[in-house]
């Protein structure tokens, strides 16, 4: 065969197995709108929209894309599907000639349009976690256990013992799936951390909880043109009614499963003036989260941060880790579906065992027990109480087991719920969950406005504020200073009295900085905390719509004679149990913002007139001094 020949053969070949190996771009469609923040580098597109897919190994949950218009940036891949290659439009070239002598190049194969690499591809499940921080492991821990730590003065406490819970997940202590961190309070609320030492991979931009560095990661809000528009943000699963089917509530629905649920699993609602409630138990109680310590194990190879819980109905204190509270998290949102469970204090990237942060976290943590410890269902629960007093390591690892199992998780929790025998009107239903809905929507656009009104408040506070009243003091003083030139006997006293206005203004402007710690920081809180909360609802206002709508289909079938008219009625009175749970899950959040507003406002408003008053008090103390001038 002609040099020219085996020439060209051969460039047809390596041309064809390039076209056929080069990659082609990994393409997505938006499943809804997604308004990205330019600063955290986002990439902002709409419902429908076709972006290529740059790297999928950003982090858990973020994908870099570009869209058409050449722009770049992160995308929840949770927003979007992705899309299979298109067929070749084209018949494969028929094989090269055979090579012969030097030319015997091996042949590539994968002209396959089908290949593995497309078909692992495919959707991600919807309930993909928003993206976490990555861990650093703090290489300076290693030590003997901290002794400095309550040890209980007549209270039993939980043993210690080296490796009770070795069957975590132990890589970090705040590895965690379930602490949010889209919701970071404005830093000036927090007490600054201390300067520690870090490498260049610990350094991260910005200023978090506590002063630490943490992500500015924040789940956006659906715009109107969403599917959700009408719930808002949707914290975790972006098809929670599909979650809800997977964990049996499509079974639940339709009757197919059933169980005979024992007295003590029964969780009853009651009918109210102000519509279905959780039944409250008769016996309240609280849990005090108190002397944090370090501690350590694997011969001081890993060390942590060891909580001590003491519940008022046992006085038996129990010591809890950050990632049993992540755990405890995990398993009161697989089980309680129509119950949105707050999330936890954000995760730490550094700093973890500093004195102001374990303190602040742990008065977080308290006031998510105490938040748990007033739901009525909670409260109640095998796994809660379970988490509360076991002290014992095979008994703790056996009941971790069994919640991890437990039978009425998801869907088959409405198995448990013993409603009351009247029916639901479900237009009355529908009403009142728009109604709520919007509810919801209004009070999270109030809670940012009020968070951002307060953080701009605390910083005019600590700055502008306090340098106003101090420039007029400093004048005084100057001024004071001045007339002191004149040493007549007249003049003294006047002096005096300039000299002791300065001094008030300068103490009034050290009271302003320190007043948002009386009054303002406590509000902030407040509104942090329910922001926290109203961020978990559209997961269970979407998931009563599902069970709604799963229910006016089976009457379509019905009128259309497809469905039995009794198995509808089955249909529809098993939604009303769903509807039940919800309604009486709004009866409870409303009767706690309720309480928890009140105190609230009752603070700020003492803060202040107290803080005023105070004022109008050195005022009048500085005009007495004129008297005699």
Same mark, same amino acid.
């Given at each position: ?7 060209? =053969? ?5 041309? /064809? ?39 999928? =190994? ?9 869209? !058409? ?30 090579? /012969? ?43 003997? /256990? ?71 990661? !924040? ?58 409630? &959780? ?15 370090? !501690? ?30 992540? &755990? ?17 204090? =954000? ?17 977080? @943590? ?159 809180? /407040? ?13 269970? @206002? ?12 089976? !009457? ?57 008053? =105070? ?15």
């Amino acid at each position: 065969m002609p040099a020219v020949q085996i020439l060209h =053969d051969c460039c047809n070949s390596l041309s /064809v197995v390039t076209m056929l190996t080069v990659p082609q771009a990994i393409q997505a469609r938006g499943l809804y709108d997604f308004n990205g923040d330019l600063d955290n580098g986002e990439l902002t597109f709409s419902t429908g929209e076709t972006l290529t897919i740059v790297t999928q =190994d950003i982090g858990e949950g973020w994908w870099e894309a570009r869209n !058409e218009a050449g722009q770049q940036g992160l995308i929840p891949e949770s927003y979007v599907q992705l899309l299979e290659p298109p067929e070749p439009s084209f018949p494969p070239p028929p094989p090269p000639s055979a090579p /012969v002598s030097d030319w015997n190049t091996p042949q590539t194969e994968g002209g396959d349009w089908n290949n593995d690499a497309w078909n692992s591809h495919g959707t991600e499940s919807w309930d993909q976690e928003p993206p976490h921080a990555p861990d650093y492991t703090n290489h300076n821990s290693a030590g003997g /256990v901290n002794n400095q730590g309550f040890r209980g003065g007549g209270v039993q406490q939980q043993a210690s013992e080296e490796g009770w819970d070795d069957d975590w997940d132990d890589e970090n202590e705040d590895n965690s799936s379930n602490s949010t961190t889209n919701t970071s309070q404005p830093n000036e609320i927090k007490p600054d951390a201390p300067e520690t030492t870090a490498t260049d991979k610990d350094q991260l931009p910005g200023s978090g909880n506590f002063g630490l560095s943490a992500p500015k990661r !924040e789940k956006k809000q659906m715009t109107q043109n969403s599917d959700f528009s009408k719930y808002g943000t949707v914290k975790k699963s972006f098809n929670r009614f599909s979650t809800f089917a997977k964990t049996g509530g499509d079974a639940f629905l339709m009757g197919t499963v059933s169980a005979n649920v024992s007295e003590s699993d029964l969780i009853k609602i009651i009918d109210t003036q102000d519509g279905p409630a &959780w039944n409250y138990p008769s016996q309240p109680y609280t849990c005090a989260i108190k002397s944090p310590k370090k !501690e350590s194990k694997l011969k001081g190879l890993k060390s942590y941060i060891a909580y001590q819980l003491t519940p008022s109905f046992s006085n038996i204190q129990v010591s809890r880790r950050y990632k049993h509270f992540d &755990w405890l998290h995990e398993r009161l949102e697989a089980k309680f579906t129509c119950i949105p469970i707050p999330p936890l204090p =954000d995760k730490a990237l550094s700093g973890r065992y500093e004195d102001d942060f374990v303190s602040e976290r742990m008065r977080q @943590l308290q006031l998510w027990v105490d938040r748990m410890v007033r739901h009525p269902v909670i409260s109640q629960s095998e796994v809660f109480n379970h988490f509360l007093t076991c002290t014992d390591e095979k008994k703790w690892k056996a009941g971790k087991r069994k919640a991890e199992k437990d039978e009425y998780q998801g869907g088959k929790f409405f198995l448990t719920l013993q409603t009351p025998p009247t029916s639901l009107d479900m237009r009355d239903v529908e009403k009142r969950m728009e109604i709520f809905c919007r509810f919801v929507k209004g009070m999270d656009d109030n809670m940012r406005n009020m968070l951002q009104i307060g953080h701009d408040s605390r910083k005019k506070h600590t700055g502008p504020y306090k340098r106003e009243f101090q420039k007029i003091g400093g004048s005084f003083k100057q001024l004071a200073e001045t007339f002191n030139l004149d040493s007549a006997a007249h003049s003294q006293n006047l002096t005096a009295a300039i000299d002791y206005t300065g001094d008030t203004y300068n103490e009034i402007g050290d009271m302003y900085e320190k007043q948002p710690r009386e009054d303002l920081d406590y509000m902030l809180e /407040v509104l942090f905390e329910y922001k926290g909360m109203l961020s978990t609802y559209p997961d269970v @206002l979407k998931l009563h719509e599902g069970a709604i709508g799963k229910a006016k289909e089976c !009457e379509r079938l019905k009128d259309e004679g497809r469905m039995p008219e009794s198995d509808v009625a089955a249909v529809i009175q098993r939604a009303d149990v769903i509807s039940f749970g919800t309604l009486a899950e709004m009866n409870h959040f409303q009767r706690e913002r309720v309480a928890d507003y009140k105190e609230m406002m009752q603070k700020f408003l003492h803060g202040q007139i107290k803080f005023y008053r =105070d004022i109008t008090q050195k005022l009048e103390s500085a005009l007495q001094k004129y008297e005699n001038a």
